[in-house]
């Protein structure tokens, strides 16, 4: 029974499993930890409230050929269906699980601290490097477009 289509980011709890069946078909999926809170105004605070799971099961072609880039704790944005799956526990007893059969899954790229100020630095000059000198508001010739005498 399909309840709703949803989009959600987290990041991956576990490295993607590959399941076989007996008639050759298989079946990927993984976990997927969405952070839930919100910013307390008064304290300027962020509140945790937990982490709420989810399995998710690529079902698009789309889907599927992102799964070798997905790893343990990876941080992804997968749109879908979200699904009850109703089955057997290993007691017997009925038991249900909520599935996000994912259309497209997104690698969202972490920004390492180190990435970033490298980054800053690269913006700034070298130390001697003419064209990284900042403009002396001479004209110096080059480039200096409109102000030709044609």
């Known amino acids: 029974m399909s309840l709703a289509n949803l989009v959600i980011d987290g990041n991956v709890g576990n490295e993607p499993e ?4 007996q008639n050759g078909g298989e079946l990927t ?8 809170g919100y910013m307390d105004k008064q304290s300027n605070q962020w ?13 698009s072609t789309a889907a599927k ?16 269906r979200l699904q009850q799956r109703f089955y057997r526990g290993n007691d017997g007893s009925e038991r249900y699980a909520l ?26 000059p070298a130390a001697g490097d003419p064209w990284g000198a900042a403009p002396t508001g001479q004209d110096e ?8 005498d044609f």
């Not at 590959?18 to 069946?21: A, G, L």
């Not at 999926?29 to 839930?36: N, V």
């Not at 509140?47 to 079902?59: E, F, L």
């Not at 010739?141 to 030709?148: E, L, P, Q, V, W």
């Open 18 to 21: 590959t399941r076989t069946f």
């Open 29 to 36: 999926s993984f976990r997927l930890g969405h952070g839930q």
């Open 47 to 59: 509140v945790d409230q937990g982490t709420m799971w989810v399995s998710v099961v690529p079902q």
């Open 65 to 80: 050929k992102v799964i070798p880039y997905v790893h343990k704790g990876s941080r992804v944005v997968v749109s879908g």
């Open 99 to 124: 599935e996000v059969r994912a259309e497209s899954i997104s690698l969202i790229p972490r920004e390492q601290k180190q990435q970033a100020q490298t980054q800053a630095q690269s913006r700034q």
């Open 141 to 148: 010739g080059f480039g200096a477009f409109g102000d030709s």
